[in-house]
T-cell receptor, first 113, second 114 residues
Framework: KQEVTQIPAALSVPEGENLVLNCSFT??????LQWFRQDPGKGLTSLLL?????REQTSGRLNASLDKSSGRSTLYIAASQPGDSATYLC????????????FGGGTRVLVKP | KAGVTQTPRYLIKTRGQQVTLSCSPI?????VSWYQQTPGQGLQFLFE???????NKGNFPGRFSGRQFSNSRSEMNVSTLELGDSALYLC?????????????FGSGTRLTVV
């Protein structure tokens, strides 16, 4: 059974500092991995999608890496801003489980001005 | 292009009642999935539909059911509501049968059971 872990559960950084968010998963036979952002009481906003054959994806200040062999993905957010404050969730899809996302518990980020 | 639309945004129901939530996927998307989010359990998969067929179901009691219509719109129903059913219910859609391009989520329906 796929398990996804995100540590730490919460993170507070001063504005301008780079953010490093971690995601680990137990079953390396993933189809893809997706990073989401969630603001309080809102839905999920997709940030980056990494296919199993890819090592990284980039979008603006965001960069996500994927290392299937070690079961890890890292989301980097450069030069953090107060508007980056949110909960960040990673989710993996495993072919054996069908089209179902397994989510980590999320990392709650606070960027202090 | 409109995103995933969920209605209603908020609901308050009494224990024992039933509720129906609606989800309209992005135009052209044929896969619709439902998730429940609670502070204690996080995000948990409910079920997934593709072309009106339920392809996958999570570990939830039979009180939770769903369906998908020919226009890909989906509904989920919860009967005999319990206090523990209070949660944010999220719907997601994908463009292809294998979610190659990932999922797009709606804003959710906040259900409160009193």
């Amino acid at each position: 059974k796929q398990e996804v872990t995100q540590i730490p559960a919460a993170l507070s950084v001063p504005e301008g500092e780079n953010l490093v968010l971690n995601c680990s998963f137990t079953d390396s036979a993933i189809y893809n991995l997706q990073w989401f952002r969630q603001d309080p009481g809102k839905g999920l906003t997709s940030l980056l999608l990494i296919q199993s054959s890819q090592r990284e994806q980039t979008s603006g200040r965001l960069n996500a890496s994927l290392d299937k062999s070690s079961g890890r993905s890292t989301l980097y957010i450069a030069a953090s801003q107060p508007g980056d404050s949110a909960t960040y969730l990673c989710a993996v899809m495993v072919p054996a489980a069908g089209n179902k996302l397994t989510f980590g518990g999320g990392t709650r980020v606070l960027v202090k001005p | 292009k409109a995103g995933v639309t969920q209605t209603p945004r908020y609901l308050i129901k009494t224990r024992g009642q039933q509720v129906t939530l609606s989800c309209s996927p992005i135009s052209g998307h044929r896969s619709v999935s439902w998730y429940q989010q609670t502070p204690g359990q996080g995000l948990q998969f409910l079920f997934e539909y593709f072309s009106e067929t339920q392809r996958n179901k999570g570990n939830f009691p039979g009180r939770f059911s769903g369906r998908q219509f020919s226009n890909s719109r989906s509904e989920m129903n919860v009967s005999t509501l319990e206090l523990g059913d209070s949660a944010l219910y999220l719907c997601a859609s994908s463009s292809d049968s294998q979610a190659h391009y990932g999922y797009t989520f709606g804003s959710g329906t906040r259900l409160t059971v009193v």
